[in-house]
């Protein structure tokens, strides 16, 4: 079965860090760009972190820029979110999907598979 599963998220103060992890089953990650969206209630989704299949190019919104950082470990079939310095305004559904090709496609309709999605609420 072709899926993305999601790991990590949850609570967690302003200033704190979270992993967000993102494994892969049934196809190899090798051959695909990942992306990392959000999408906040009463908001549309939005690219936020976005990584080529060959690492050589990333895209990170302006928004996120300098705390949020996206990894890939090809070896666990896995790509991964670090987000540092959190903020209340970081507050969302975040979604983790799979484009085929060697691009850092920020647009949505690009991208064929998509994780369950993972709550991220930053609060005190």
């Known amino acids: 079965q072709v899926q993305l599963v999601q790991s990590g998220g949850g609570l967690v103060q302003p200033g704190g860090s979270l992993r967000l992890s993102c494994a892969a089953s049934?196809?190899?990650?090798?051959?695909?760009?990942i992306g990392w969206f959000r999408q906040a209630p009463g908001k549309e989704r939005e690219g936020i972190s976005i990584?080529?299949?060959?690492?050589?190019?990333?895209y990170s919104a302006d928004s996120v820029k300098g705390r949020f950082t996206i990894s890939r470990d090809n070896a666990k079939n896995t790509v991964y979110l670090q987000m540092n310095s959190l903020k209340p305004e970081d507050t969302a559904v975040y979604y983790c999907?799979?484009?085929?090709?060697?691009?850092?496609?920020?647009?949505?309709?690009?991208?064929?598979?998509w994780g369950q999605g993972t709550q991220v609420t930053v609060s005190s």
């Open positions: 049934g196809f190899t990650l090798d051959y695909y760009a």
């Open positions: 999907a799979a484009a085929w090709g060697p691009a850092a496609y920020r647009s949505a309709d690009e991208y064929t598979y």
């Open positions: 990584i080529s299949s060959s690492n050589d190019n990333t």
